[in-house]
């Protein structure tokens, strides 16, 4: 019996911080260079999957063409935005992204389909 709670604690401690990395954290890496000075290229990142409402200004992970981006929302559903020089209204539920690193960054600007999509968010930075 003795045995048995000397690993309840560590495998108890294994099993919540799996159920948080699995449903709570995120953690990623940047490796370029789009998000500085913000975010230098080669660090590490925190963000949590628990999220409310959204605004301009957050940084967000999400998936787009396959590949987990970080960037900046720049604008939120129902905002009108300037894109490949007609004005476009972004869609509820989707936002227009863009790296703080403008010369660097490949972002809403330059996608065909210029909105990432709130289904496709992976985190909200801790900054």
């Known amino acids: 019996m003795r045995k048995l709670w000397k690993w309840a ?4 401690a294994l099993g919540v911080t799996v159920l948080l990395f699995r449903f709570v954290l995120f953690i990623g890496y940047v490796p370029t260079e789009s ?3 913000t975010i230098h290229k080669g660090s590490y990142i925190l963000g949590h999957k628990i999220f ?5 200004g957050d940084i967000i992970v999400f998936e787009h063409e396959g590949k987990k981006l970080v960037k900046r929302i720049a604008a939120v559903g129902g905002d009108v935005v ?19 690193n403008s010369h660097n960054s490949y972002d809403s600007r330059y996608w065909e389909e210029p ?3 709130k289904q496709n968010l992976l985190a909200l930075l801790v900054i």
């Open 82 to 100: 300037e894109h490949k020089g007609r004005q476009l209204t972004v869609p509820e539920g989707n936002f227009y992204v863009l790296g703080d």
């Open 52 to 56: 409310g409402e959204l605004h301009v």
């Open 115 to 117: 909105f990432a999509q």
């Open 9 to 12: 604690i560590p495998v108890c």
């Open 35 to 37: 998000m500085e000075p």
